[in-house]
């Protein structure tokens, strides 16, 4: 289905740097509320996965930009 509009989009699904699929959206879209400090709990459930460690040691990838606002949203008090 994701092949259809990347190519009515003239977008390549796969180069030598990427392949565009629905594993690639999810991780990116895990990446991102992970990086605008959304709970944890609340990507895993918005990302469908089952274990909340596989998401957070294989699913989400920030930058060192957006590490801080983690730890500051980690180590602050409810």
Known sequence: MIRGDLALAGIPFETEEVQLD?????????????????PPMTAQELGWHSKLKLMLNFHIHLRLSGLSMVVDFVLSPD
């Open 22 to 38: 629905f594993f690639s959206l999810r991780y990116s879209d895990v990446s991102r509320l992970a990086s605008v400090g959304i």
